[in-house]
């Protein structure tokens, strides 16, 4: 069954007051839009008879009879997919975006997009199976690399090779047989953050994600801003030092090259293999291998030089943070992704950096935190994307 779309803005305004806000009675729908009593009531009964909305029970009091209470449709499902470099995430979400069921996996996104997307459909269908009677209304997608928003294509992915144009959207959809949207994985988790995270209040602000690869979603008067061609926030890349390691995309200096999951895994095997970091060194003769967590846990034992490490990429990473927030003047700035949990002295080193190198007046208010939607930021964003686009209304009546 395809989910009915709402058929004016009247409409697509009580959807989403009861998605962002939850159960509602029509007079508490109405407040703050500006519909008489009549059309009001007009409008939630055509909801209704859609399928979109539906009776809960009885609201909260405002004096009188208590009226009845008027939630999304319970049947409504959505699902969030994010796509990192080593894992695919996916979740089952109810029209308020409430996830209910989140399942990962790892595997490498490099070995390409019919291994990937099959892994990703598999782990889909298996959450729907424990949903008979529901109605998937869409899914939302993130990658690890630029995208063409329009044609729902990744565009010249450094880390994604086989990807380049491939019709991720056009997969999901016909996979699926509903909408699909495709975006950049950390502009979903920056949807992700906006909608149940630490930025709900925030109108203006950058989400870092520092994982495999680094990048930043930069939303602007509440939606995210993009670029001509989609590479917008994509800081991972802005150079850093003009003899630093070589980078995926080919350049040399590269911040993710600094300080990205495979730079800090690159430069723990060496330090341990050196003997210049005694924790690393006894972490790698135990399992034969380290991973950029394993940074983290020896700065907080306190080996000396894993501290270092840390306090260099945070040094780093704060000098371009430095530069955004000159530039764009952020409300907020919000750390997230798999690195940004290795300790809290990598928050405070970018902390301290951005706020001696940039103007006083753009960091007087700025708070620089962490997330607090951890692995549910990506997924929570791309159901809420494709929730956007499904409580629009064709052409914008």
Known sequence: ???????????????????????????????????????LAAEVDRLIELGLVEATGLAASRGGRRSTALALSSRTRLLGVDIGATSVDVALADAELNVLAHVSEDVEVRLGPEVVIDRALDLARKLLADEPGTVLAGVGVGVPGPVNFDRGEPVSPPIMPG?????????????????????NDVNIMALGEKHAGI?????????????????????????????????????????????GPVCTCGNVGCLEAYFGGAALRRDALAAARSGRSAFLSERLAQVGTL??????????????YAVTMVRDGGRVLGEVLAGLVSFLNPGLVVLGGGVSQIGHELLAQV??????????????????VMSELGDEAGVIGAARMISDQIYSTPGGR
Request: proline share 5%; aromatic share 6%.
């Open 1 to 39: 069954m395809t989910l009915q779309r709402p058929e004016n803005r009247h409409q697509v305004a009580l959807l989403r007051r009861l998605r962002d806000d939850g159960p509602r009675s029509r007079a508490e729908l109405g407040d703050g839009i500006e519909l008489s009593r009549s059309k």
């Open 163 to 183: 990807w380049n144009g491939y019709p991720v959207r056009e997969r999901f959809a016909t996979a699926l047989g509903c909408p699909a949207i495709v975006d």
């Open 199 to 243: 930025a709900r209040r925030a109108n203006d602000f950058l989400f870092v994600k520092i994982g495999t690869g680094i990048g930043c979603g930069v939303v602007i008067r509440d939606q995210v801003y993009r670029g001509v061609n989609g590479s917008a926030g994509d800081i991972g890349h802005i150079q850093v030092d003009d003899d």
């Open 291 to 304: 991973i950029a967590a394993d940074v983290g846990a020896a700065a907080e034992a306190g080996d000396p």
């Open 351 to 368: 902390r301290s950096v951005v706020y001696q190198r940039s103007l006083p007046l753009a960091t007087g208010n700025l708070p620089i």
